[in-house]
């Protein structure tokens, strides 16, 4: 069974950088696309960006220039590099995989999916 686990959530201050790990059991990273999903209290859950495989990553544009997303294949890691980070930020952010590429931005078409971790930033 395939299994997400996130962590690195918190609280920080405007301005200031978080990173958010995800690590996946069950299947090797460097052969699934994996994602970075966030939803902000009453609001829907938006995509934030993704690694597709190894190649290449896609952002959103609210976040283009402030967050980066990597990988490390030997630990079956991906992490999510937050800088920069507005209040606006502020959402329980979310690991997601997929087996393909599809519509990234389409919540429903990812597969597998972590807890959530909460990130909060202050003005």
């Known amino acids: 069974q395939v299994q997400l686990v996130e962590s690195g959530g918190g609280l920080v201050q405007a301005g200031g950088s978080l990173r958010l790990s995800c690590t996946i059991s069950?299947?090797?990273?460097?052969?699934?696309?994996m994602g970075w999903f966030r939803q902000a209290p009453g609001k829907e859950r938006s995509f934030v960006g993704a690694?597709?495989?190894?190649?290449?990553?896609n952002y959103a544009d609210s976040v283009k220039g402030r967050f980066t997303i990597s990988r490390d294949n030997a630990k079956n890691t991906v992490y999510l590099q937050m800088n920069s980070l507005k209040p606006e930020d502020t959402a329980v952010y979310y690991c997601?995989?997929?087996?393909?590429?599809?519509?990234?931005?389409?919540?429903?078409?990812?597969?597998?999916w972590g807890q959530g971790t909460q990130v909060t930033v202050s003005s």
């Open positions: 690694s597709i495989r190894a190649s290449s990553t």
């Open positions: 997601a995989g997929r087996y393909g590429i599809g519509t990234l931005g389409r919540s429903s078409d990812w597969n597998f």
């Open positions: 069950g299947r090797t990273i460097s052969s699934t696309t």
